[in-house]
């Protein structure tokens, strides 16, 4: 039989990643801040609960993917949290970007409940969770993982074991910290081509054919070329993770220039347009500066696919 999973926070991540647990024949308990991120999984068949500790009342395994660290925090510990409900020999899955300092206390507070822990950060963006073709980077006991593999795989395409607890949020600031500096360059890049005078179409095909060629540029590219920044990942979210990686960098005395400078551009950015704004609209400083749209023809609106429920 399938583990009964709960699931606590639907946005625009977590909504996905709970579509692919329920396509995959989970059972699935949910709750979510605003009731109405849950409407199609509970008209689905999925069972909607008030409040963390209810999505805990019939759940194996409780799956938290939330906006930040206090975030998490309240969810599993504060009034009506999700830790309390948890039964001993129980899983806990956190798949947020979290920091490790908060995973490490959590996961100490699980354990002395009997309850398991693994974090399982995502990466590959919005749309790749929408497909269910996402990758799940995974920390903490192998044999849990192990366990649990085919709960990780129906999440994502791929499922990567990096190590004990806290190396996958580590790698996960990472590859995060990589985007942020290539979404910086792919605008500075496509500025160049315009200026230059190339057809920018002909120049994001050249750039995907190239040895310059990133995911970034595969993906968030088109939605600057098109002028809607829809990635479904907001400035907010990206100045959060560039902390992470700040830290990082200080924690293990390693002078992080390149991620210095997208993090004051990226902090820019949000004082500009907001927190809210999507984080590719960190290209657009360069464009209003120029007072240069960086637009082309034929690309989308959105990478997202058709609903898949």
């Known amino acids: 039989m399938k ?55 019939h759940a194996d395994v409780l799956i938290t993917c939330l906006p930040s660290p206090p975030a998490v925090q309240t969810v599993m510990t504060g009034p009506s949290g999700a830790l309390a409900g948890l039964s001993r020999g129980s899983l806990w899955i956190d798949m947020s970007t979290n920091d490790t300092q908060t995973l490490t206390e959590l996961a100490r507070l699980a354990a002395s409940a009997g309850v398991d822990c693994l974090e399982a950060p995502v990466t590959g963006g919005v749309h790749k969770a929408a497909s269910g073709d996402i990758t799940v980077l995974v920390g903490g006991e192998h044999e849990t993982f192990e366990a649990h593999r085919d709960l990780l795989l129906a999440v994502g395409g791929e499922s990567i074991y990096v190590g004990p607890l806290g190396q996958a949020t580590t790698v996960k600031v990472i590859t995060n910290m990589l985007a942020f500096i290539h979404l910086v360059a792919v605008g500075e890049a496509l500025m160049l081509a315009k200026r230059g005078g190339v057809d920018l179409a002909v120049a994001f095909a050249a750039i995907r ?20 920044y829809d990635i479904g990942f907001t400035l907010d979210l990206a100045c959060k993770d560039l902390g992470f990686a700040t830290q990082l960098g200080i924690d293990l005395g390693v002078p992080l220039v390149l991620e210095s400078a997208a993090a004051a551009i990226f902090k820019q950015a949000r004082t500009t347009y907001g927190g809210s704004a999507w984080s590719p609209m960190v290209v657009k400083l360069l464009e209003d500066t120029l007072n240069e749209p960086l637009r082309a023809p034929g690309f989308p609106t959105s990478l997202l696919p058709p609903p898949l429920l």
Request: charged residues 10%; proline residues 4%; aromatic residues 6%.
């Open 3 to 57: 583990s009964h999973v709960g699931f606590v926070g639907l946005g625009n991540l977590g909504l996905h990643l709970a579509t692919s647990l329920h396509r995959a024949g989970f059972p699935l308990t949910v709750h979510d801040l605003d009731p109405d991120r849950a409407t199609e999984l509970v008209a689905a068949g999925c069972t909607w609960a008030d409040s963390p500790a209810l999505v805990t009342t």
């Open 209 to 228: 054919a190239s040895s310059g060629n990133s995911f970034v540029h595969e993906t968030e590219s088109q939605v600057i070329l098109n002028g809607s």
